[in-house]
């Protein structure tokens, strides 16, 4: 379909982040300008800063405004946040977005790309789907206060919060997306030790499973799952996973595919999405123009994706395929690959590359 856009701009909101987050976030605009050109989406950015920058200019890690300001966006395009170095009570960006927005379904891809041997041996091509509002991370946990508490200086408690609508959701997206690849989907649990929380999560897969019989459903439990990935990843297709298990899950299998730098994932809800690479802000490297930006290219694409599938518009489609395959050609050859896949380039020259790749 051909969507008129000369009036309404789509626009997404910025939030750059911390570490590496700047630099990946710059060189995924000068990808998202190149798509806009090319494909004429009429796209417009506004900044909405968040994390340590926003901590010093705005005294908040998430202002209201900059919160605001992604509410009212048509999508939100984020970079890595450095939590760890958060001092006490500040808001965890990530946390702050995915519960508020209901961006309850993490997708996230795992595939090998061209001329990139992956490390089982055989390519891979998964997708981590991942429950992303409650599971074991304490600030999801509670209404009021939080899900860690030490009664005693020699005793911790942290507690995982499981939900028949949290499940159920989250199995539902996993089981539309396998309608869409190889129609085959792994629920990862530890059943066999939380009997009764993931015994919750595994009734709900299984009651959407049995809707969807066109689809192949199996289970494994997580400490196994992590060996059958280095054994084989290509196995899998569409992988659902409560909030931590998944989030272990994804890391490996995108450095199965290849490397954490080309770990693309949004966050998605019935009214939201939000992009946002799978890794965090790799302070190690920061500033240095050593990070590989695919990841957060490859998630600006998916949220492309998002908005073209509903609203209706091919354009969108088209576009965030044409991201897809920009990074393919760039990323096969070995003179313009970025450090971490052992080549020479820079993240913002890396960038440059795959907007000049981009062909309508
Ligand atoms: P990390 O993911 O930032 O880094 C792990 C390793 O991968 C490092 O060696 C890093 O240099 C490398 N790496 C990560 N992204 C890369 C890229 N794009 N290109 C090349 N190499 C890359 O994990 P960490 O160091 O354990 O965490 C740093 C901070 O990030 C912490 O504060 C953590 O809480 C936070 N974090 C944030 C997110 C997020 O924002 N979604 C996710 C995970 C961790």
């Not at 044409?322 to 020479?344: F, M, Q, S």
């Amino acid at each position: 379909m051909t969507t008129d856009r000369s009036n309404s701009a789509i626009r997404l909101a910025v939030m750059a982040g911390d570490g590496i987050g700047p630099e990946i976030t710059a060189a995924t605009l000068a990808v998202l300008q190149a798509a806009d050109r090319a494909f004429g989406l009429n796209l417009a950015f506004e900044d909405a800063p968040i994390g340590l920058a926003a901590l010093r200019a705005h005294g908040s890690t998430v202002p209201d405004e900059s919160f605001a300001r992604a509410q009212a966006a048509d999508g939100v395009v984020m970079g890595p946040v450095d939590t760890a170095s958060y001092p006490e009570g500040a808001r965890n960006p990530s946390a702050w977005m995915r519960t508020r927005l209901e961006l309850f379904a993490n997708i996230r891809p795992a595939r090998s790309r061209l001329g990139l041997q992956p490390r089982c041996g055989k390519p891979v091509d998964l997708v981590i789907v991942r429950e992303n509002t409650e599971g074991f991370y304490a600030d999801r946990s509670m209404f009021v206060g939080n899900g860690e508490m030490m009664p005693t200086p020699d005793l911790a408690i942290a507690i995982r919060k499981i939900t028949r609508e949290g499940s159920t959701r989250i199995a539902e997206s996993a089981f539309r997306l396998a309608m869409q690849r190889r129609k085959h989907v792994t629920a990862v649990h530890k059943a066999n030790v939380l009997r009764i929380s993931d015994g919750l999560f595994l009734e709900c897969t299984r009651a959407v499973a049995a809707r969807y019989p066109q689809v192949k459903y199996e289970e494994r439990i997580m400490d196994a799952m992590a060996a059958l990935l280095v054994r084989d990843a290509s196995q899998f297709d569409v992988i659902v996973a409560t909030n931590m298990f998944g989030d272990i899950l994804s890391d490996e299998a995108a450095e199965i595919s290849g490397s954490l730098g080309l770990a693309a994932s949004i966050n998605a809800g019935t009214d939201h999405a939000l992009a946002q690479a799978q890794h965090g802000s790799a302070p190690d490297i920061a500033g240095k123009d050593l990070a590989n930006p695919s990841s957060l290219i490859g998630s600006a694409a998916m949220l492309l994706a998002w908005l073209g599938e509903r609203r209706g518009d091919d354009g969108l489609a088209r576009a965030s395929a044409g991201i897809e395959r920009a990074l393919d050609e760039v990323i096969a050859k070995p003179e313009w690959r970025t450090a971490d896949l052992g080549g020479p380039l820079g993240t913002k020259a890396f960038g440059e590359k795959v907007a000049a790749a981009l062909k309508a």
